[in-house]
Nanobody, 125 residues
Framework: QVQLVESGGGLVQAGDSLRLSCAAS????????TGWFRQAPGKERELVAA????????YYADFVKGRFTISRDNAKSTVYLQLNSLYPEDTAIYYC??????????????????WGQGTQVTVSS
C-alpha cells in the first residue's frame, strides 16, 4: 500500500507561482512513476507531468512545457511540481498519483494505482 498526500495549493493571481508537494509513505519502493494530474470542473482528469523513481525520465504535457517543473527528493519520498507563470486556465484540483507497474510513463489516469486527495489551485485574472 502507498499513501500520497498533496500540499501547496492556493489562490494566486495570473503570472504567480506555486510549488506543490506530494509526500509518499508506505511501500514507496514499489513506485515506478509519480504523476501530477489535474481536473477542472466539467473536464476530464489530465496528466500534467510525471517523473520516474530515479528522476531520470520526465514527461510534460504540451500545455505546461516551459512553465511547470517536476522534481523529486527521494530522501524525503516527496515529488514536487513547480508551477510558474500561472494562467486562469490552470485552475483545477491537482492530484498526485503513483504507478507501481514497471514500464513507460503512462498518460491515462486509470493506469495509476494510488492517488492523493488533491489540492486546489485557483488562479485569478
Amino acid at each position: 500500500q502507498v499513501q500520497l498526500v498533496e500540499s501547496g495549493g492556493g489562490l494566486v493571481q495570473a503570472g504567480d507561482s506555486l510549488r506543490l508537494s506530494c509526500a509518499a509513505s508506505g511501500h514507496t519502493d514499489g513506485i515506478y512513476i509519480t504523476g501530477w494530474f489535474r481536473q477542472a470542473p466539467g473536464k476530464e482528469r489530465e496528466l500534467v507531468a510525471a517523473i520516474s523513481s530515479s528522476g531520470g525520465r520526465t514527461y510534460y504535457a504540451d500545455f505546461v512545457k516551459g512553465r511547470f517543473t517536476i522534481s523529486r527528493d527521494n530522501a524525503k519520498s516527496t515529488v514536487y511540481l513547480q508551477l510558474n507563470s500561472l494562467y486562469p486556465e490552470d485552475t483545477a484540483i491537482y492530484y498526485c498519483a503513483a504507478d507501481v507497474t514497471l514500464g513507460t510513463i503512462k498518460k491515462i489516469a486509470s493506469e495509476y494505482s494510488y492517488w492523493g486527495q488533491g489540492t486546489q489551485v485557483t488562479v485569478s485574472s
